[in-house]
């Protein structure tokens, strides 16, 4: 390339070395938009492989160093952007890094002098260190993001330890990056792949094990000179709500709370800072420290407003249980927790989001209700006080369109508004629905269905499914309770054009009967078609939430097992006379719970549930045949 000049647009060289990467750029850039991979499609995309590899081949000897170099990273870094991990990694930073050194990485984790030498022999003023940084820190999150496409739900130990390596690897390069001002960059993107990977692992009930990472991450925005601005202010506060949530899930609660009170300091500090150094009030900066502030106040409330209503075990502990409808006569504010609520948050929104934090527990799933822990009166009384202050803004307030990302606690909330979101909403029914508030839980959800039926936003779908799915599996979880004594129960769900529907609840008799002869209750197979619909003909290639389906699938599974013992137990013969027992339904639900999993995610998650439904299903369908 030199021969013919500068390495520039126009040489002829660069000119044919750039078109031939856009045109393979391109190629795979079209097949990852093309869909799920066909015999055709992997052919194309090891054709398209097979050309990267060629062109690197060919203009090695062609390019200077420094710029092949930079290309190598260029180009990992748009396959990375189309998800094109696995040649990333191999193709682009793999081969730039094979250029210096040979070593497994694996094997010097903690040897940080080990380290340096390796890959720094020269120190990190050389030209190539930033490069080398780049492609260090990217080739581990390609690393991370292959194991998710191939476990997503990180079952295998395998996946954990290769994800607990990366973080290990990206603290690593961080701590000998860290001293190096100029470095900041990637200090900074480093904090955000360590967050990602330990808010996977922590929804997978490693918190234990990454709170020492998400410590990392929040010193290291600390120490870094250039990160500690107010610009940066908002991640370094949503570290410290992820380290906070940390401690939560270890039952460290107090932690929890000293840390986030800890966080609070440091907003101050830097506040008090910033109105120092500038005379002028700005709105946006009063903006970034309202809300870094209400994150800080959120986890310290989480604990708070248990701990202020505990009593010693020696005191007499006086009723103060109060029912939806007791507490709406009450003065305002109407309990103890709406009190704390109003001094500590001064919007409807910040106060709806404390709720719904001090609510949620990392250890409870919707579908499996179960009330407070009975040992714990106060805890009790506080949990029913925060349901009723969350109805009572819910009710009084409108519900906004914009989607909050509130499960992985990045509250996307401005300080200041009226207004709830939507998925706040249904996070709160979901979460009254596992507390067994059920007063709330009914009342709760007649505005948000108003809400969700007045949405023409295909992405409301997925809530609309699980709040009917919710209803659907009321009467079924609770037979006694829930037996209305018309057996009606109207859940206002749109269902194509229809804005209700009426769902037939049987008595809890009625549901006795049918199982002792052997008939699965209408509920039961109302719900299975339900979800049948709502995966296999989803438009929008929209599904309820995972976490949901694998529970209402276990549900059925084990009904239609207790189901077909049962027939089985009045005799040998019990399938030679098939539509006299019933079980003929019972095989259906079976049919439509294969039908599921294989329509779904979750046939890649929990292979062994779906090998079990299938070898039932095929061993009555034998006997059927034969008899």
């Not at 020269?122 to 930033?130: E, I, P, Q, Y």
């Not at 581990?140 to 290990?168: A, G, H, K, P, W």
């Not at 480093?190 to 490693?206: A, N, P, S």
């Not at 599904?543 to 009045?570: A, H, N, R, Y």
Request: with cysteine; glycine share 4%; charged share 25%.
């Amino acid at each position: 390339a030199t021969f013919f000049g500068a390495v520039a647009p126009g040489n002829p060289v660069v000119d044919s070395f750039e078109a031939e990467l856009r045109d393979v750029l391109g190629f795979l850039r079209r097949l990852r938009g093309a869909g799920e991979a066909k015999p055709q499609q992997h052919d194309l995309h090891r054709r398209g492989a097979n050309t990267l590899f060629n062109i690197w081949i060919k203009y090695k000897p062609r390019l200077p160093e420094w710029y092949y170099n930079e290309k190598l990273l260029k180009v990992g870094d748009s396959l990375a952007q189309i998800k094109e991990y696995k040649l990333a990694l191999l193709q682009c930073y793999g081969r730039y890094l094979q250029q210096f050194v040979s070593v497994n990485l694996d094997d010097i984790i903690d040897d940080v002098h080990q380290f340096k030498s390796t890959f720094f022999p020269n120190g990190f003023r050389d030209k190539n260190a930033a490069l080398m940084f780049h492609a260090l820190q990217e080739r581990n999150v390609c690393i991370y993001q292959m194991v998710c496409s191939s476990d997503r739900n990180l079952q295998n130990q395998e996946s954990l330890q290769t994800c607990f390596n990366v973080l290990s690897l990206l603290r690593l390069i961080m701590q000998v990056a860290l001293p190096q001002e100029n470095l900041c960059w990637l200090i900074y993107n480093g904090t955000i792949h360590i967050y990602t990977i330990c808010r996977h692992l922590m929804m997978r009930g490693q918190s234990a094990k990454v709170l020492e990472y998400l410590l990392w991450a929040s010193i290291c925005m600390e120490s870094s000179i250039p990160l500690l601005s107010v610009h940066y202010l908002m991640w370094r506060a949503t570290l410290y709500t992820a380290v906070s949530q940390c401690y939560f899930d270890c039952q460290a609660g107090i932690h929890g709370e000293i840390f986030a009170r800890r966080g609070l300091v440091k907003i101050d500090e830097l506040k008090q800072l910033e109105n120092t150094s500038s005379s002028l009030e700005n709105s946006e900066t009063e903006k970034i420290f309202r809300e870094a502030t209400l994150k800080m106040s959120v986890m310290i409330f989480k604990r708070a407003v248990y701990e202020s209503r505990r009593k010693p075990k020696s005191y007499s502990r006086p009723k103060l249980r109060v029912s939806v409808k007791e507490a709406q006569n009450l003065p305002r504010p109407r309990t103890v927790t709406k009190r704390l609520l109003t001094e500590m948050f001064d919007s409807a929104s910040a106060q709806f989001l404390a709720i719904l934090e001090a609510l949620s527990d990392s250890s409870r799933h919707v579908l499996r209700p179960a009330a407070p822990v009975p040992d714990e009166i106060e805890n009790r009384d506080v949990i029913s006080e925060l349901f009723f202050a969350g109805l009572e803004i819910l009710s009084g307030n409108n519900i906004k369109k914009q989607k909050e990302y509130i499960k992985q606690s990045i509250f996307v909330i401005t300080a200041g508004e009226k207004e709830v979101s939507g998925d706040a909403a249904v996070k709160f029914i979901k979460l009254a629905f596992s507390y067994e508030e059920w007063d709330v839980f009914d009342s709760a959800i007649e505005f948000v269905i108003n809400f969700l039926q007045a949405q023409d936003d295909p992405t409301w779908k997925k809530a609309e499914m699980e709040l009917k799915l919710l209803t659907l599996m009321q009467p079924l979880l609770f037979p006694r309770k829930f037996n209305s004594e018309d057996n009606t129960k109207e859940a206002r769900m749109p269902h194509g054009s229809e804005k209700k529907q009426t769902f037939r609840s049987e008595s809890s008799l009625n549901v006795e009967c049918s199982l002792k002869h052997g008939e699965p209750s209408r509920d039961l197979i109302i719900l299975a078609t339900t979800v049948f619909s709502f995966v296999s003909t989803s438009k929008q290639n929209i599904q309820p939430d995972e976490e949901i389906l694998v529970d209402i699938i276990m549900f059925l599974w084990q009904k239609c097992k207790t189901g077909l013992e049962q027939i089985q137990m009045s005799g040998s013969d019990y399938l030679k006379d098939i539509h006299k027992y019933k079980a003929c339904q019972w095989v259906h639900v079976l049919w439509i719970l294969s039908e599921i999993i294989q329509n779904s995610s979750i046939a890649d998650t929990n292979a062994v549930m779906l090998a079990e439904i299938t070898l039932c299903l095929t061993a009555v369908l034998e006997n059927v045949a034969d008899s």
